[in-house]
């Protein structure tokens, strides 16, 4: 029986979406099993195997550093036959949601490790731990909350339980927390109830329960994506933001996680900055900044964005 040919362990080992992605950010970057793992939101256990496999098939080295095994793909050390395979796959992988995800989280990976210098030097990756450690997670958000003009009136579209406006209130004027599902609002009076300046109110984002130009700011965190016309909801907000307010969006970038229409109801898979551009127009917005906001790496979900709309003329 003739031997194998070199090209089938190659094809076998690039024919998987995820190790594709691996590959993209080993030709990057050299990296730890767990920092590629963070990456690319997989299980050490997966990533393993995954590695294992692409190693045999000579498409990445490894080398020991201390404890630490490190990977990389480096093209030019690649067999004939692996480059040109490797090269065909790239040619073809186009753009993809999980790669603009994967590209934000190699950044946070990149950016925890160890400064070379000083005290940050030598503590290195364990700075956050520390500093968490020593003065907790919340601190610079509720900090940076006192931003805000303390004579602002501030809703919460969607509020849930409550969460957001419970940490605005202590900054602004008021503050009113708007939701059409019972049982949030429910939850979200007895979160509240300890701010005498929080109102909560029962509606619709397309007909909210307010007054023409009430707030100064509209907030939608995780909210857009589970509304069926967005636009006609922008609309709606619209109305009741006053002609220099702002509305803050926060949701999930474009992704392809389509099981989250049927395990979670959500309408859209998250916006790209092109599409919620195009949805603030319709509503008469204009689209002031668009930023996708750094990744926990424990999270397991797509990326988040933050966007500003402006009331356009």
């Known amino acids: ?14 024919a998987d979406l995820q190790r594709a992605r691996m590959l993209r950010l080993l030709e990057r970057e050299e990296l730890a099993v767990g920092e590629l793992a963070a990456a690319v939101q997989l ?21 020991a550093e201390g404890t630490a095994t490190l990977y990389r793909l480096r093209r030019e050390a690649l067999s004939k036959e692996a480059r040109a395979a490797w090269e065909l796959v790239v040619g073809s992988l186009g753009a993809h949601p999980s790669f603009d995800d994967d590209d934000r989280r190699l950044a946070e990976v990149i950016a925890s490790r160890a400064d070379p210098k000083g005290f940050f030097g030598r503590v290195g990756g364990e700075w956050s731990d520390l500093r968490k450690g020593l003065f907790g997670e919340r601190f610079a958000v509720e900090a940076l909350l006192a931003l805000a003009p303390r004579e602002w009136t501030v809703a919460d579209l ?28 429910d939850a979200a009076r007895r979160r509240l109830s300890e701010h005498a300046n929080v109102e909560v109110r029962e509606g619709e984002l397309a007909a909210l329960p307010a ?77 002031d900044a668009y930023l996708p906001l750094r990744p926990a790496m424990d999270a397991r979900g797509p990326g988040l964005f933050v966007a500003r709309l402006l009331r356009a003329n």
């Open 1 to 14: 029986m003739a031997s194998e040919s070199p090209v089938f362990p190659i094809f076998g080992a690039l």
């Open 43 to 63: 299980p050490q256990s997966t990533m393993s195997r995954h590695l294992k496999a692409l190693h045999e098939a000579r498409l990445v080295e490894k080398r």
């Open 158 to 185: 969607g509020c849930g339980t409550g969460e957001i406006a419970a940490e605005i209130a202590p900054f602004v004027t008021k503050v009113v927390a708007i939701d059409r599902e019972r049982a949030m609002l």
């Open 211 to 287: 007054q023409s130009g009430e707030f100064n700011a509209c907030v939608l965190s995780l909210v857009l994506h589970h509304v069926r016309e967005p636009a006609r909801a922008l609309r709606g907000v619209r109305e009741t933001v006053s002609p220099d307010g702002i509305v803050i969006v926060i949701d999930m970038v474009e992704h392809d996680r389509t099981e989250y229409r049927t395990t979670m109801g959500h309408e859209h898979l998250g916006f790209s900055r092109a599409t919620l551009e195009s949805l603030a127009r319709e509503a008469g917005f204009l689209l």
